[in-house]
T-cell receptor, first 111, second 118 residues
Framework: DAGITQSPRHKVTETGTPVTLRCHQT?????MYWYRQDPGHGLRLIHY???????DKGEVSDGYSVSRSKTEDFLLTLESATSSQTSVYFC??????????FGPGTRLTVL | AQTVTQSQPEMSVQEAETVTLSCTYD???????LFWYKQPPSRQMILVIR??????QNATENRFSVNFQKAAKSFSLKISDSQLGDTAMYFC???????????????FGTGTRLKVLA
């Protein structure tokens, strides 16, 4: 299995609070991605990174920001969480912008 | 824009039988990749099989094989000798090799929940 972890694995928070999810890899892969998974939608790309400090928006980026200051860490931040951001969040990594390897997921509940 | 459609929300199959999950996609690209991912109750996303669009030969991985029909834009997954451990959600995914401005690379279908019955 690819060395990829996500923290926290579960989080419950209140509307309006900031939340940061962390993705950590030990594979030294260049590409990292954040997805959200919701019933009836499959996985949808939020943001991705193609190198340290190089990030871009995906399909559903509104309300989210990301940062990548080191190769191994990719942070996803919800500046002010809303109930519509209740979801399961997956991080993925890729060595060559091709096949992706997924982390275990983070279940976020916004009350 | 590319789309991926999985028209079977749920399916079931008897253990040891064969089942086929369907996936269709829409694209104007000629060079792309297709994937099937498995998501068991543990939620881990596991790559099952991949197919390069330029290859005419259908990909096979042990009990898993695909029927790739490029002209029809169809990419079905066949699971032979189904096992209880195959019970999972299965996602079809489309990917093109390079990012272009304002687009994204991986597009997933909405999934098919497969239950293998003892």
């Amino acid at each position: 299995d690819a060395g990829i972890t996500q923290s926290p694995r579960h989080k419950v928070t209140e509307t309006g609070t900031p939340v940061t999810l962390r993705c950590h890899q030990t594979e030294n892969h260049r590409y990292m991605y954040w997805y959200r998974q919701d019933p009836g939608h499959g996985l949808r790309l939020i943001h991705y990174s193609y190198g340290v400090k190089d990030t871009d928006k995906g399909e559903v980026s509104d309300g989210y920001s990301v940062s990548r200051s080191k190769t191994e860490d990719f942070l996803l931040t919800l500046e002010s969480a809303t109930s519509s951001q209740t979801s399961v969040y997956f991080c993925a990594i890729s060595p060559d912008n091709n096949e992706q390897f997924f982390g275990p997921g983070t279940r976020l509940t916004v009350l | 824009a590319q789309t991926v459609t999985q028209s079977q929300p749920e399916m079931s199959v008897q253990e040891a039988e064969t089942v086929t999950l369907s996936c269709t996609y829409d694209t104007s690209e000629s060079n792309y990749y297709l994937f099937w991912y498995k998501q068991p109750p543990s939620r881990q996303m596991i790559l099952v099989i991949r197919q390069e669009a330029y290859k005419q030969q259908n990909a096979t991985e042990n009990r898993f094989s695909v029927n790739f029909q490029k002209a029809a834009k169809s990419f079905s997954l066949k699971i032979s000798d189904s096992q209880l451990g195959d019970t999972a959600m299965y996602f079809c995914a489309f990917m093109k090799p390079k990012f272009t401005s304002g687009t994204y690379k991986y597009i997933f279908g909405t999934g098919t929940r497969l239950k293998v019955l003892a």
